[in-house]
């Protein structure tokens, strides 16, 4: 499909990475680095790939629409993002390694001083915050090349136009930022036309690279509270934020023998 020269990229031997079963979606147990590489050797075939990184809500979305699940076990890398995520594998007794979140990757990448550069197109965010977002990580990742930006807010007629703009600024890897599940069925969608090796939905990523979000507090992060400081942020995301609990619950019961969601 795409006719681009191909970036020349060390080869990087990564096993492919086990997946566990959380509640249907099959996670790749792996690091953020087994990730980061995983994504490299990506670079080198000639066809897009999809890389999705659910957090407990989203499981918990899957785990109510069959279709959301299947779509997100199509990805070539699905990545736990999310201490709940990781504490419910140790619950099921199948540990994840790490928890990857889709920020912790998106840095690993840009921190690689490849030559030529590995190049990024940004898509997604309120308009300005991606052109914002480009400014600072350019100053922040020397490495890196952005070869494009958009925002994210468009009708669905505009599609086509997006990826006629994505592929003919040919860049290596996409950040698709729309928040969950629209990012992961627009990089479906559009899986096929588009001109580049991996896609990777990130969420709010370009708010916090923009610096118009935060991240929270590495104790925070440390602790698994991410959670937390998202509710004391954003305290009209609490109905969704309840099925964090309903997360864990679930997965107490399937630890109880008292369901089973493995499929
Ligand atoms: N967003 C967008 N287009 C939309 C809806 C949302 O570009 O139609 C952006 C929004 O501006 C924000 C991101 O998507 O930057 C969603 O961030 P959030 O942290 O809520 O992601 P989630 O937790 O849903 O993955």
Avoid at 33 to 40: F, G, M, N, T
């Amino acid at each position: 499909m795409s006719n681009k020269t191909t970036t020349q990229l060390p080869l990087i031997s990564t096993p492919s990475p086990v997946r566990v079963s959380i509640h249907g979606l099959k996670i790749h147990n792996t690091t953020v680095k087994e990730a980061r590489d995983s994504i490299l050797n990506m670079l080198s075939e000639p066809r897009m790939h999809a890389v999705f990184t659910p957090n407990a809500e989203i499981v918990m979305q899957a785990v109510r629409n069959p279709e959301l699940a299947n779509m997100l076990n199509q990805a070539d890398l699905l990545l736990a993002d999310g201490a709940g995520v990781v504490l419910g594998s140790k619950l099921l007794k199948t540990p994840l390694r790490e928890k990857v979140s889709g920020i912790d990757l998106a840095k690993a990448l840009m921190s690689l001083n490849q030559n030529p550069k590995l190049s990024f197109y940004l898509f997604g965010g309120s308009p300005g915050v991606a052109e914002k977002a480009a400014v600072h990580l350019l100053s922040n990742y020397p490495g890196i090349r952005i070869a494009g930006y958009r925002h994210g807010y468009f009708q669905p007629e505009e599609t086509p136009g997006i990826v006629a703009d994505i592929n003919s600024k040919k860049p290596d890897i996409l950040y698709v930022c729309l928040g969950a599940p629209k990012q992961e069925q627009w990089i479906t969608e559009n899986s096929s036309a588009l001109n580049c090796r991996a896609a990777i939905g990130l969420g709010g990523s370009l708010d916090v690279f923009a610096g118009v979000g935060k991240l929270a507090p590495e104790w925070m992060r440390k602790a698994g509270l991410e959670w937390l400081f998202r509710l004391i942020r954003e305290p009209h995301r609490w109905r969704r934020m309840l099925d964090l609990p309903r997360f864990i619950l679930l997965t107490l019961r399937v630890r109880l023998g008292l369901i089973n969601t493995k499929k």
